[in-house]
């Protein structure tokens, strides 16, 4: 970690001299001004962390010294000394832009104190901005891996959607990425600086999901020792996920339209009516249309959600993206295990390609998490990955029998690897070629020398 470096502000010398001597055996690094000219210039020569200034000063006083540097550096915490102490001059100090005071005579420890709450301060504030810039680079949406035209799809109507208030209904398999694209959503809206609150009904029993969605006051149940906030409480002005939102019973699915047709709820057990200002994004894995058919969810609910779709395709059905998703989770797991894996052997490669990942991209993520904890050298091999995902690329190479020549051997190995690359890219010969490195006329002509054209 790098010295913090303090600028003492006094046009006493000897004061100068107590506060550099006291703060630097503190470990701070300190330098002085005996001016509000001479501290401006070090400002414009140097980086501080924190600027202690006098008040009284000849010429440029502390509080005009305030007014520049905030103008300079509205984020530089500034601690001022004053022998006077009037309530006058400290207010005077803080409305100007000053994080603290002190007044002379002062202890040793009041300086100390006051230097390292406002250091602190900074280290506090740089954190949240690193945060903020770490969700929303995450959230963004080149963060969400994806080429291929129906990702692209989600992309945009992702990116039409977001400005807008819209209930947005997002669909797809399990693994998919559900909630990923929900937080995208949320983060590239103008709600992005609130609250981002997540519920998975899947996840809650059905006695503590009317709870867990508006709340409860002290006393409305056994058990509920205090009052407490509920998601759309929480989420005021901001975003609801409500993940698994097919698995919510009918009797909560009503209590769910009220509030989204009245922007109004209830806490269990209260009686006090609380206005919210939420918006809504929802996701299920469920066919939604098939269930308000069966009668197991509201189909006024399903309209009220559903003002926008975004249906985020199977792994299987956008197998261009396999190869970047697992390049992208090589990197990370890399960064977060210290590793240096280099890269994903061809034959591996191959193996994630021919695999049809029931689990979507959670799968893939997984599999290369545990690539990575098993590989042994600096490339990933194919006995690194799931035995399942090994075994869906293998080709079955038999000894062959007495009198049989290599070359025929070799033909029907080219056959069968022809045949599952093209089961596995759905008979397109155009994507088999770019997959196998050949070209397409070549394929075609493979594929006529083994009878495979009709």
Request: hydrophobic letters at 40%.
């Amino acid at each position: 970690m790098s010295q913090e470096k303090i600028l003492i502000v006094d046009d006493e010398e000897r004061m100068c001299r107590l506060l550099r001597r006291v703060l630097e055996k503190e470990g701070y690094l300190c330098h002085t001004a005996t001016s509000g000219g001479d501290a401006l210039v070090r400002l414009e020569r140097d980086d501080y962390d924190l600027v202690i200034t006098d008040i009284q000063m000849p010429g440029m006083d502390g509080l005009e010294l305030i007014r520049e540097v905030r103008d300079y550096n509205p984020a530089l915490p500034i601690v001022v000394i004053t022998a006077y102490g009037t309530v006058e001059s400290a207010v005077q100090a803080l409305r100007a832009g000053a994080y603290d005071y002190i007044t002379k005579p002062f202890e040793n420890d009041d300086i100390r104190h006051a230097a390292a709450r406002a250091l602190e301060r900074v280290r506090l504030l740089a954190e949240n901005r690193y945060l903020h810039e770490e969700l929303e680079g995450r959230y963004r949406y080149s963060g969400i891996i994806g080429t291929s035209p129906l990702m692209r799809a989600v992309f945009e109507m992702a990116s039409s959607v977001a400005a807008s208030n819209a209930n947005v209904l997002i669909t797809g398999e399990s693994g998919t990425g559900k909630e990923l694209v929900a937080r995208s959503v949320h983060f590239n809206s103008p709600r992005h600086e609130r609250p981002f609150i997540v519920l998975n009904c899947a996840a809650l029993p059905e006695n503590l999901l009317e709870s867990e969605l508006f709340g409860h006051e002290k006393g409305a149940f056994t058990g509920a020792l205090n009052a407490k906030k509920g998601r759309f409480e929480l989420a005021d002005e901001g975003t609801l996920f409500i993940d698994e939102v097919g698995e919510m019973s009918l009797a909560a699915q009503v209590k769910l339209l009220r509030v989204i047709q009245e922007q109004e709820f209830e806490r269990v057990g209260g009686s006090r009516v609380i206005a919210c200002n939420v918006r809504i994004v929802a996701a299920t894995n469920k066919d939604l249309d098939t269930e308000v058919r069966a009668g197991r969810f509201r189909e006024d609910l399903y309209y009220r959600l559903n003002v926008v779709n975004i249906h985020l395709p199977s792994l299987r059905e956008r197998r261009e993206d396999i190869e970047p998703l697992a390049k992208h989770f090589l990197d990370k797991f890399n960064r977060e295990m210290g590793k240096k894996i280099e890269s994903i052997a061809p034959r591996a490669l191959s193996c994630l390609l021919a695999y049809e990942w029931p689990g979507n991209v959670r799968e893939l993520q997984n599999a290369l998490e545990r690539a990575v904890v098993l590989a042994k050298g600096n490339i990933i091999t194919p006995r690194d990955l799931p035995g399942g995902v090994q075994s869906e690329s293998q080709i079955c190479l038999e000894v062959p029998e007495h009198g049989s020549n290599l070359t025929d051997i070799l033909e029907d190995l080219e056959r069968q690897l022809i045949i599952q690359t093209l089961r596995r890219e759905d008979g397109s010969q155009t994507r088999t070629a770019d997959a196998l490195g050949i070209k397409r006329t070549t394929l075609r002509y493979k594929m006529e020398k083994y009878g495979m054209l009709d």
